[in-house]
């Protein structure tokens, strides 16, 4: 552990050469967020207010990015067509076509910078994707820096068109700016609508009776109960075997340590010690479980033949037959 | 090792996310992962252009003054493509193998990185010289007669055969140098409950058949965009520093394969990260993190 201590901080002091980051407190360096290398970054505002932005680099803009210039090459098409017409039954050919030129420059140049300060940091395609324009310290761009950003592209598609240049720039800093970012002080976030989920509705009796049993002086800890709101929250989402290969892992220590027969089921003890934590109403669990008489320590259907957790992180347990 | 406190953030991504994380990642670990790939493919760069290198030398073009210059140009392109695309997972095995201990050790080790694809080099050489045709690919050009016109039913049905195969297989089971490296699965067993990596394969691989096949088409589109732009921006510089704006046989017999190559390293990290992603949706491993080491918590303060 101290190597690996020593490492990581190795490691963040090699980062911190080209990327300033502040210095982690001491005992937290574990779950400072610029451990991670992650899509995410921290916001804070004037107010002091810190907020966390998925930023969208060059792979989430690109969709945006090819939506507005089909939309740029549809409006230019329309205006061609229009002052072609224009042209063709009057007089003025030349000056048709100037105008169309003018369209063009203006659409090429304008385009991007000019809906940003319209749609609040938003061309139509970003706004199709979800994604927003917002200056670095997470207050709405203006429109010098919408137009500027846009007229800096030029710069990040080098060289000729092959883009190479944004791509190196965005991908040398947290933010995923690229150029015009850069010299804008802008970023690109990801609008995430997150829905926050309440607590989770157990509908298995036995739960609330097996909770009763889990020992009263038994205290759950901050990450113990953030795992067990982790996994209720996803076992909706696995097979009952999948359940059981999962559980296994944190039940059977804890079986261990409650006294409780080892045959007991490891999602249900999992789901009663959630239930312990978050929901427990004592009165109401004791009336259950005088009301409902089967015994809460349903044993697991089949006993798992390979009990060693595996210490490989990236194995897989075998696959279960039974619940 | 601290599971739930993995360098690599574990959460659920889409495509898009996940070639952006991709640069994040490259970022991070640019040297490490630039020493693991270029160790595999070096080799490779030299056995290619051993194979093929011959149809862009001097001789051969002015002996054969019948077969234009364009000719042999695009030959050489075809067929330095199809053994690219095929190589390219075998290429990134060292890779591989280090980002799987880079989501969870601050600083791997090359030695722990090498000793780990040594020990695994029998289910490499079954899975990627021989399943995936890298071998058979490679063998293909003994057929060919060096300093001859373009063997079409060789090079190209063959050769191009062999290529559509390795590309279905990819499509459909992507991530067999992960579950090879990492989950480090028997290539066989006697004893019947034993995950094979054909039977591991086929449970990751299986449920998620069409969605995995989705990303492989978007993953192979972007694939080829970036390709054309390392291409272009080699040819772009070969332009400015040595005056030579031709995408002629020295630019295509080196740089070519070179831009395939970035590309094809760039694209094993996200083939690394949509495995994390695959098995987050698939079997809520960042759910199984936590309780692992939740688990090894509790055994602690026991202790």
Known sequence: ?323 | MQLDSTRIAIRERNLLDTFDLALHVLREYFKPLLITFFVAVIPLLVLNDLLIGWMLDVEYRETFFYLEEQGSIWRFWWDMTCLVFIEAPLASIFMTSFLGQAVFVAEPSYREVFRDVGKMWKRVVWCQLLVRAVLPACLVFLLVERYDGFNVPVELLLLGSIATYAAFVRAIRPFINEIVLLERNPLTSRNPSAITIGKRSKDLHGPSGGDLFARWLATAMFGMLLTVCVGGTFLFCSGVFLNDWQPGPTMLRYMYPLAMWVVAGYLAVVRFLSYLDLRIRHEGWEVELRLRAEAARQAAKLI
């Open chain 1, 1 to 323: 552990m101290v190597a690996e201590r020593t490492g990581f901080a190795n490691n963040l002091l090699a980062v911190s050469l080209f990327f300033p980051v502040p210095p982690a407190a001491p005992g937290a360096w574990m779950t400072t967020k610029s451990a991670h290398i992650d899509t995410t970054v921290e916001i804070v505002t004037p107010e002091n207010i810190a907020f966390h932005y998925q930023v969208a680099g060059p792979f989430r803009r690109l969709p945006a990015f090819m939506l507005d210039l089909l939309i740029r090459a549809g409006l230019y098409t329309f205006f061609m067509i229009v002052f072609g017409l224009a042209g063709a039954f009057t007089s003025m050919a030349g000056i048709m076509w100037g105008a169309t030129m003018i369209i063009w420059f203006l659409l090429d140049w304008f385009y991007g910078g000019i809906f940003e300060t319209w749609m609040n940091g938003q061309t139509p395609g970003k706004w199709v994707l979800g994604i927003r324009v917002l200056s670095i310290d997470g207050q709405p761009i203006n429109g010098i820096q919408a137009i500027m950003r846009n007229i800096m592209r030029t710069l990040d598609m080098m060289p000729v068109f092959t883009c190479i240049l944004g791509l190196v720039a965005m991908s040398l800093n947290r933010r995923f700016q690229r150029i015009g970012d850069i010299v804008c002080g802008t970023i690109v976030v990801v609008e995430e609508r997150k829905w926050l989920t309440g607590v989770a509705k157990m509908d298995d009796l036995r739960v609330a009776q097996l909770s009763n049993y889990i020992p009263a002086d038994y205290q759950v800890s901050r990450t113990l109960a953030k795992t067990l709101a982790a996994y209720v929250d996803r076992r909706r989402f696995f097979s009952i075997p999948r359940r059981r290969e999962v559980a296994r892992h944190l039940a059977e220590p804890l079986l261990v340590q409650f006294g409780f027969p080892l045959d007991t089921s490891y999602d249900l003890l999992l789901c009663a010690l959630y239930y312990r934590t978050f929901v427990a109403d004592r009165s109401n669990d004791e009336r259950i479980a005088t009301e409902f008489g089967a015994s809460p320590f349903t044993p697991a259907a089949l006993a798992d033949a390979t009990t060693q957790a595996a210490q490989n992180p990236f194995d897989i347990a075998p696959t279960q037959t039974g619940s």
